[in-house]
């Protein structure tokens, strides 16, 4: 079994976290460290440490998260000028917290993909 993270918590809603929307797979809150004026994690509520660990089971709660991130960004109204959908996988990835999550960024130019 994996070990649960803090984002288990933010689901259940046994912590708080400004949550944007919830429904029977996934989780959307907004990051507590932003990176951009509009900055969402939108994650599975079941919990997939990283992207190493997906199955096909996992792919209607995987393909919600970009409904989810859809309709957020629009809601933020990002969709004409543009947004970032980022997963990071494991220590090159960047990944801090092992439940897989999409980050939603958007609300200015967020430059080149990578930095050098
Ligand atoms: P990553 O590096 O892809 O694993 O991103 C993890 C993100 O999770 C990072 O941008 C900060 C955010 N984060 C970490 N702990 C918390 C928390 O307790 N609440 C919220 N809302 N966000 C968190």
Do not use: W
């Amino acid at each position: 079994m994996a070990e649960e993270t803090i984002f288990s918590k933010i689901i259940r809603k046994e912590i708080p976290a400004d949550i944007l929307y919830q429904d029977e797979l996934v989780t959307a809150f907004r990051d507590i460290s932003p990176k951009a004026p509009t900055h969402i994690l939108i994650v599975p509520n079941v919990l997939i440490p990283t992207v190493n660990e997906v199955e096909a089971e996992h792919e209607q709660a995987l393909g919600r998260l970009f409904t989810v991130a859809r309709k957020l960004a629009a809601e933020a109204g990002l969709s004409e000028d543009g947004y970032r959908l980022i997963m990071n996988c494991n220590r090159h990835g960047g990944q801090e917290v092992y439940h897989i999550h999409m980050h939603l960024l958007g609300g200015r130019p967020l430059g080149p993909m990578l930095a050098r």
